[in-house]
């Protein structure tokens, strides 16, 4: 069994065999363990519009109510993997060093934890999506590493006009959208997580 954490109610994580989803109505900081886990906790308190939001709305940013707290937490309890939005301030305060962008698994932390760089367009994302893993207790697969210069993605997840090139047309996905999980970059999750066990035999 797999925990997966965090997730979209009747998102990609329900209905398939051997995971067990948590979305925002089971709070998944109460998890208890002993399966290991995907996680997916809130970004929004930490990429790089946070600070923005803080000075425009008030919401503080880091200010997640404890949940990447407690995904890192279950990671390296439990064992799995960690999916976070690339250049997320959510590692620099939890003392995770920043991976490459051209690709491979680095060392995290000083607890056997470690992370990588992706974009998940390579697994079927309209967008770059580009997205930063932390692992613990898992075999490290190799994966589509890093950017690719110049290949564009079909779609945007930017709502701001400044992060984008004058005369940009292409489609922006909605909040959704934009979050879902591919099949594909999914099913890499989910096996990451099940050779906790594996491991352990």
Known sequence: MIA????????????????????????????????PVVAHP?????RRLAGLVEARWGHKRGDD?????????????????LEHPAYSDAWAA??????????????????????CYVEQQRYGHAAK???????????????RWGHVP?????????WCGNRVASGEDRPRLGKKAASATPPEFRAVLLEMARSVERRAA
């Open 129 to 143: 999506k580009a997205t930063w893993l932390y692992a613990h207790g898992v075999e490290l697969p190799a994966l």
């Open 94 to 115: 939890h003392g995770l060093l920043h991976p490459p962008t051209g690709g491979g698994w680095v060392n995290a932390d000083f607890v056997g934890g470690w992370t």
């Open 42 to 46: 809130p970004c929004s308190r930490w």
């Open 150 to 158: 110049g290949q564009k993605a079909s779609a945007l997840v930017s």
């Open 4 to 35: 997966a954490l965090f997730v979209q109610a009747g998102g990609a994580y329900f209905d398939l065999e051997g995971v067990d989803p948590w979305p925002e109505s089971r709070d998944a900081r109460s998890y208890p363990g002993p399966h």
């Open 65 to 81: 109510g404890g949940c990447f707290a407690s995904a890192l937490g279950s990671v390296r309890r439990w064992g799995g993997v």
